[in-house]
């Protein structure tokens, strides 16, 4: 955990070991214009900036299918973000909101998730609009966005299960 | 790395040492009436069978400020899934595709998104729609749904730069 903000008024954190239930691996790194947390913009945008996203070469097999155009939905790791907040202020006022009702960087799991559209693909690099993050990023995961995307598995029976009351 | 299912004909994976760059904590456990993934659905619907997910204590301030009815992004960790897979027959058939290219729950990070409606919440419980995960899944994450959440935090320069050619 890398506590590059300090608390502000208001807000509240958790005293946390450290200890972690599971482990992640980079799958690759993610290229931007943005060098400073405070110069990123708030979310990404699909007509937003060119980013490179490169994936490791053990990885690579992976990006076979993906077509230009195609929407997909990027999970990278907030590498910076300190992960013991609970309650921020986005407006630094005083007021707060809880962690788990906002979409800031700073989380437990710091996992941002983007929607991206994929310009173009050149061996083991994609660039693709939508992103928001520091370069140097870590890559955790490329998939079809959900809005784009059909099960080619077979059919079954709990997809057509609907709610009780 | 839990290997829970045999390489099909056709498919491909990496030998991975099981090494990982990063740690996620466990703030969650999700409860569904899915007790085998065979007897999941392929994915979630928000009009689907009503799913438990219980945060713990620890985190239970960082849910203050959701209402019921929001539209959430739930991530959770598919725990039993293999990670080295690079190519997966979703059909058994002999033909692949890469698993950047599909939404199956057996890749190098297996973090799950879906979707949810928050129908209500009992303290520490939320009950909601859309999951599609075994029961006893760890929960890694609740943000507002993207297409719901517009930032607290002033604008920045950033969020009006659009792309180049």
């Not at 993610?30 to 937003?48: A, E, N, Q, S």
């Not at 609970?86 to 437990?108: A, H, N, Y």
């Not at 991206?116 to 690099?125: C, F, G, I, Q, T």
Request: charged residues 30%.
């Amino acid at each position: 955990m890398t506590n590059t903000d300090e608390i502000r008024r208001g807000e509240s954190a958790v005293t946390w070991s450290g200890a972690t239930d599971a482990g992640l691996v980079y799958v690759g790194r993610i290229g931007t214009p943005w060098f400073d947390t405070r110069d990123c913009p708030r979310h990404g945008r699909l007509d937003g900036q060119l980013c490179r996203i490169e994936v490791f070469d053990t990885w690579v097999p992976a990006l076979r299918d993906l077509a230009d155009g195609a929407l997909l939905e990027i999970l990278y790791w907030l590498h910076r973000s300190r992960r013991d907040v609970l309650l921020q202020s986005p407006r630094d006022d005083g007021t707060t909101r809880s962690v788990f009702s906002i979409r800031s960087p700073l989380r437990p799991n710091p996992i941002a998730t983007s929607i991206v559209r994929l310009e173009k693909r050149e061996d083991a690099v994609l660039f693709v609009r939508g992103l928001d993050c520091l370069d140097g990023t870590p890559l955790l995961d490329i998939k079809p966005d959900r809005t784009d995307f059909v099960p080619l598995a077979p059919p079954k029976a709990a997809d057509f299960q609907v709610g009780d009351a």
